[in-house]
């Protein structure tokens, strides 16, 4: 029996070794990975299986820490290379054989990636920086189809050459002027024999209570750099204007703190045509209110009275809206007519759950041009036409009305007796 329960264990143990998990999987990148690539795989799964983001959960933790490792294996280019000829097992040997790059603590790893200390510190007096506040403007038609996008903003980070030590060969040396609190009391003498005590930021190391004695060259020694970073935007259909999407700790970085959340507000270029075919359709100048959406339609005198006409409306996607009248179907000059489902996607936020797909209404408000200039030929054909019919049936408004032929005189001011 205690055998068989030590063969199981063993059973158990091999395949631990044998789930040690592929490192281009882990981080869910292709082999050919860039190390932007790789950069943005830690940054995004590093936040999502952090042990204080999932208190309790053993397999998170140990996810963390395999990434961490994945990471430093993968960003480094020897290491690389011994990984994708020998895997793990090579990886093993250049670490027994002292390979030149020494282990970080993922604690560690993280911290120079968001700042502070590695930690989120829920409630565990961890600073965390400002967030940062950013407008994206997309076109109406991206609100309509949804879509995957970038965008790049300019932040504050944390310097990678010195790991945001400021610090060019890794030293940073306690202030010997202040004892590293970065501030000195000094004794002031007020008058004979009265002194006053005075607290002051420390001359030597600017108050940082650390000095550095080679600064690093990238950073200057300020631990920080200003860059871009690129995001993947994701604009699903039916976003309302002006959403916020947050991007967790994505805001500037800096070594004492935790970097904060950086906020999208997506909101909607001017309409305009662009180059190609999808970017020209009518649906370019659709205006959006909420789930509806809003066109106006020019029809021809001839068109409002008589009827029979049809127009094809290239909606958001390219497909086709048809409006039509049939012959002596009026169309009152601005009319709206509502059509069902052709206004906006709704926003799965804002839909039940597993509720079937809903749309808004398009509203086509008709606007009747006369016209202003008439062939010869054709302006006697139609005066004609209505002298016949109104010496027929014709009718004086004014009379109908009973309206006066001239201008009525108001009694003079005053007079009234009350
Ligand atoms: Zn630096
Ligand atoms: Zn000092």
Same mark, same amino acid.
């Given at each position: 029996m205690l055998l068989r329960l030590a063969f199981l264990l063993l059973g158990c143990l091999a395949l631990a070794v044998l789930a040690a998990e592929d490192y281009y999987k882990l981080l869910g990148i292709k082999?050919?990975? $860039?190390?932007?690539?790789?950069?943005?795989?830690?940054?995004?799964l590093s936040k999502k299986y952090h042990p204080d983001k999932n208190p309790g959960n053993e397999e998170a933790s140990q996810k963390f820490v395999d990434i961490a490792d994945a990471y430093e294996v993968l960003i480094d280019e020897q290491t690389r290379k011994i990984y994708d000829q020998y895997g793990h097992e090579g990886i093993e040997q250049h670490k027994k054989g002292g390979g030149p790059?020494?282990?970080?603590?993922? !604690?560690?790893l993280f $911290?120079? !990636?968001?700042?502070? $200390?590695?930690? !989120?510190?829920?409630?565990g007096g961890e600073r965390h920086g400002p967030n940062m506040e950013v407008r994206v403007a997309v076109p109406l038609r991206d609100f309509y189809n949804g879509r995957k996008t970038e965008f790049t903003v300019e932040k504050q980070a944390i310097c990678s050459a010195c790991e945001g030590t400021g610090s060019e060969d890794g030293h940073v040396e306690t202030c010997d002027m202040c004892g590293g609190r970065g501030i000195v009391i000094k004794r002031q003498q007020l008058a004979p024999g009265l002194f006053q005590q005075v607290q002051q930021h420390c001359d030597k190391c600017g108050g940082q209570g650390k000095t550095i004695k080679h600064p &690093?060259? /990238? &950073?200057g020694g300020s631990r920080v750099v200003r860059e871009p970073e690129t995001h993947e935007?994701?604009?699903?259909?039916?976003?309302?204007?002006?959403?916020? #999407?947050?991007?967790?700790n994505e805001a500037d970085e800096s070594p004492d703190?935790?970097?904060? *959340?950086?906020?999208?507000?997506l909101v909607e270029t001017d309409p305009a045509l662009g180059q190609q075919d999808h970017e020209?359709?009518?649906g370019t100048f659709f205006r959006r209110r909420g789930k509806d959406l809003f066109w106006r339609e020019v029809l021809s005198l001839r068109e409002a009275w008589?009827?029979?006409?049809?127009?094809? #409306?290239?909606?958001? *996607?390219?497909?086709? /809206? +048809?409006? $039509?009248?049939?012959?002596?179907?009026?169309?009152?000059?601005?009319?709206?007519?509502? #059509?069902? *489902?052709?206004?906006?996607?709704?926003?799965?936020? +804002?839909?039940e759950n597993n509720a079937e797909p809903q749309w808004g209404s398009l509203h086509v408000e008709y606007v009747v041009v006369l016209p202003d200039q008439m062939e010869k030929g054709m302006e006697k054909d139609f005066w004609g036409v209505w002298e016949k019919w109104r010496k027929k049936s014709g009718k004086v408004l004014d009379e109908e009305l009973g309206r006066p032929k001239e201008a009525i005189k108001m009694p003079e001011e005053g007079h009234d007796e009350l």
């Open positions: 082999k050919d990975a $860039s190390e932007r690539e790789i950069k943005k795989a830690y940054r995004t790059r020494q282990h970080h603590d993922p !604690f560690d $911290s120079r !990636f968001f700042g502070g $200390s590695g930690h !989120f510190g829920h409630g &690093c060259p /990238v &950073c935007l994701h604009i699903e259909k039916g976003m309302p204007h002006g959403v916020r #999407i947050t991007y967790e703190w935790v970097a904060g *959340d950086l906020i999208v507000h020209r359709t009518d008589m009827g029979d006409w049809t127009r094809n #409306i290239t909606h958001l *996607d390219g497909h086709i /809206v +048809q409006l $039509s009248r049939k012959r002596g179907e009026v169309v009152q000059p601005n009319t709206v007519e509502i #059509i069902k *489902d052709e206004g906006m996607p709704i926003w799965h936020q +804002q839909l």
